[in-house]
């Protein structure tokens, strides 16, 4: 399993903060699991367009779209950040 | 290395005043205080901010260490509040606290401006035109960028 977090505008938008998902098959980095999460159509393929400034964690981590992905892994979606 | 992620405001004299108790050795303590502040197109009544509880505590603790390794701090401390504050309210505190002003000065815009692009917070801010998420600021990237590459002398800074 995955854990999924999305935050602020992403939150917002997709209208889910968190969910738990079995590890697709082909997701191996943060780049196609962006692109599974597309798939789902509407607001995802909008709000992970990638265009958009998205901006990924893997385990509380900053993450690059090549970042790996193991099963059990905690992934978070985020605009970029505007704290301070 | 005290960092705190809190909803309740903060004495930035106190938080000072703990910085350096009990080493003398401290000869400086450089302090900033961020605040929430009316924009010039439309005042911001309040604004919500969030975060990504364990990741903040994390990334702050990242910044800190990395500032220790960079400059001599004998004490550094980062308060960031997080739920909904009002136009004219304290938003962050950073401390530094060294032998000497330079490794205060630069250890803490180092972490300010580390924390404004790597730790996970969002403001939303809600004006009389409706709420609005803040978008990051290209000048902010810059700022962080500014301390990369292996140039530890704050003089040498572009």
């Given amino acids: 399993m995955l854990k999924l977090l999305y935050f602020a505008r992403l939150r917002e938008n997709l209208g889910v903060a968190a969910e738990q998902i079995a590890l697709p098959a082909g997701v191996v980095d943060v780049a196609t699991l962006a692109w599974h999460l597309r798939a789902r159509g509407d607001a995802w393929a909008r709000e992970l367009a990638p265009e958009r400034p998205i901006r990924a964690a893997v385990n509380q981590a900053m993450a690059r779209g090549e970042t790996r992905i193991r099963d059990g892994d905690e992934i978070a979606f985020f605009p970029p950040v505007t704290g301070g | ?158």
């Fill in chain 2, 1 to 158: 290395m005290a960092i705190r992620v809190q909803t309740e405001d903060f004495d930035a004299g106190s938080e000072l005043r703990r910085l350096r108790a009990g080493d003398r050795n401290i000869g400086a303590v450089a302090s900033f205080v961020g605040l929430v502040r009316d924009l010039a197109s439309a005042p911001v009544a309040e604004m919500v901010l969030e975060h990504y509880p364990g990741m903040t505590e994390k990334s702050l603790q990242a910044i800190v260490s990395e500032a220790q390794a960079r400059w001599r701090l004998l004490g550094a401390a980062v308060i960031h509040r997080v739920g909904r504050l009002r136009a004219g309210e304290q938003i962050v505190w950073v401390g530094c606290a060294s032998e000497h002003r330079r490794e205060a000065f630069a250890a803490c815009e180092f972490i300010v401006d580390a924390l404004k692009t790597r730790a996970p917070f969002w403001k939303k801010e809600y004006t009389p035109d409706g709420p609005r998420w803040v978008d990051a600021r290209a000048a902010d990237e810059q700022a962080a960028r500014r301390w990369e590459g292996d140039d530890d002398d704050p003089a040498h800074r572009p």
